[in-house]
Structure formats: structure tokens, C-alpha cells
């Protein structure tokens, strides 16, 4: 009897971890396509709370210092402000805004690509994405764009206190290009959502980006404001999410044609 209930267990348990298995396999599963009389989901990012200070970067306690010291940024001293949350009239920078989950719809569009360029990193905010099967090359790249500089991006995926190395690639001359989709596949769903890149060679410079599962995302501009298109009419789940400040999540209807109103406050806390 003891046997046989374990073994009941036993059956319950495998069947419960193939179901979660296929569910996150689905949900990281995408089909581009057409979208016809589709809809749009704009608004504006609001910031509540203080505004954390700069992080004033002494660029004489590391490499390159006469070099890195070009940045347009830098002040007296070689000292480098960086802000990492922008905040204007209480609007919000830098904030990826998604639609959480939608299988079907319009097409991604072209790839990723990170600019170290004076010993810093553009876009300071951005997205990545898992290739899809049988693609390993093309999606997200990272260009040295400094002269006699050698850089060293460093891509982790971000979970809590931890941190997963995705790749670790020198970049010794300017034009160097590391092609790191294929070192993206893995990332899972459900698990990965905080990209993080940073340079091994000079620390102060780093990047975030969401982990998205489909095209239906944008990036908030200075004025805090943003707009999904091409959005087949329906109910979401949508998520705004700022790297340093939080997320938020609130169900948006779409209809035919139409832009739907979708305001959102991300609050920093002590």
C-alpha cells in the first residue's frame, strides 16, 4: 500500500512538472504574422518617490582615464555623473512597457545592438530577446566604437541578489562586433526578465534590458510618454518596468482601430 501511494505521488508529481514544462514552452513561443484594423496602447510613465542621486563616477581610479574622460558628461576632476533613474516634470525615462503575453501578432522588428562608445553604453535601456530555434546569429549585437580601447562586455542575467553569466567577450579594436544571440538561448521563461551588460574593463559603464517574449513592447522617452502599435483587438496583461525603480501591471482593452488611454506610476521606495 505504502508503494502504491508513492508511486501515485510519484505519477502526480512528473505530470505536474511536464504541464509547467510545456506551459513555459508555449509561452516563450511566438507567431509573426498580419494584423488587420489593429489597435494601439499609449500613455505616459508617472514617478512617485525621490529621485536617487547620481552616482558620481571617479574615472581616475580606472582605465583609460584621459581617454574615457571625452564623454560630453564628464566634469572637473574627471568625475562622471550617472544617473541611472530620469526623471523630468515627474515623468519617467527609460521605462520598457509590454504586453505580457500575445502569441500571435506583428512582426519583430530588426535586431539589438550596443554601442561602447567613450567608455559608455547606448541604449542605456533597451530589450533582448531568446532567438528562436535554428537562429544563432543576427539579433543582438555589441560594437566597440572606441579607438585603441579595449572593452570587455559582460552580459548576465539578472535574478534577485544572483546573477547568470550569459557571455564574456573581449572586443579589442574599434569595429569589433560580438554577435551574442546564440549565447542568449539560455535564457528560459519564467525565469529570465533582467538582462544586465556591463564592461569588465570599465565598470561605470553598464546597460539593462527587459527580457521579452514578443514584439509588443517600447521604450518610454524623456517626456515619459509611449505607444504600442499594431495590436490585434483583445484584453492584455501589460507591464511597465523600470530596471532601478520597479513594475507595475494593469489590464488594458484593445479595440479595433482605436488607441486605449494607459497611464502608469512606478513609485521608488527606500
Request: charged share 25%.
Amino acid at each position: 500500500m505504502i508503494k502504491k501511494s508513492l508511486f501515485q505521488i510519484l505519477a502526480v508529481l512528473a505530470v505536474l512538472a511536464l504541464t509547467a514544462s510545456l506551459s513555459m514552452a508555449k509561452k516563450g513561443k511566438y507567431e509573426e504574422g498580419s494584423v488587420s484594423n489593429g489597435g494601439s496602447i499609449s500613455g505616459v510613465i508617472n514617478f512617485k518617490g525621490t529621485v536617487p542621486d547620481p552616482i558620481m563616477e571617479d574615472l581616475n581610479k580606472g582605465k583609460n582615464v584621459e581617454f574615457c574622460a571625452t564623454h560630453p558628461n564628464t566634469q572637473d576632476g574627471n568625475i562622471r555623473p550617472r544617473q541611472k533613474v530620469v526623471v523630468s516634470g515627474g515623468k519617467l525615462k527609460d521605462t520598457v512597457v509590454f504586453i505580457e503575453d500575445i502569441s500571435k501578432g506583428k512582426a519583430w522588428p530588426g535586431p539589438i545592438n550596443f554601442d561602447f562608445a567613450k567608455c559608455d553604453i547606448e541604449p542605456k535601456v533597451t530589450v533582448v530577446r531568446r532567438p528562436p530555434r535554428g537562429v544563432r546569429e543576427g539579433l543582438v549585437m555589441v560594437t566597440n566604437q572606441d579607438p585603441d580601447i579595449l572593452h570587455n562586455p559582460h552580459g548576465y542575467s539578472v535574478m534577485g541578489a544572483r546573477r547568470k553569466t550569459l557571455f564574456n567577450k573581449p572586443l579589442p579594436s574599434k569595429g569589433d562586433i560580438a554577435d551574442v544571440t546564440k549565447n542568449l538561448m539560455r535564457m528560459r521563461p519564467g525565469k529570465d526578465q533582467h538582462f544586465f551588460l556591463q564592461c569588465d574593463q570599465h565598470n561605470f559603464m553598464e546597460a539593462d534590458a527587459r527580457v521579452v517574449w514578443n514584439p509588443y513592447y517600447t521604450v518610454s522617452g524623456a517626456d515619459g510618454s509611449f505607444k504600442i502599435d499594431q495590436i490585434p483587438a483583445g484584453k492584455y496583461k501589460v507591464t511597465a518596468w523600470h530596471p532601478y525603480v520597479g513594475e507595475v501591471t494593469q489590464e488594458v482593452t484593445v479595440s479595433g482601430g482605436a488607441d486605449a488611454k494607459a497611464d502608469f506610476t512606478l513609485e521608488k521606495k527606500k
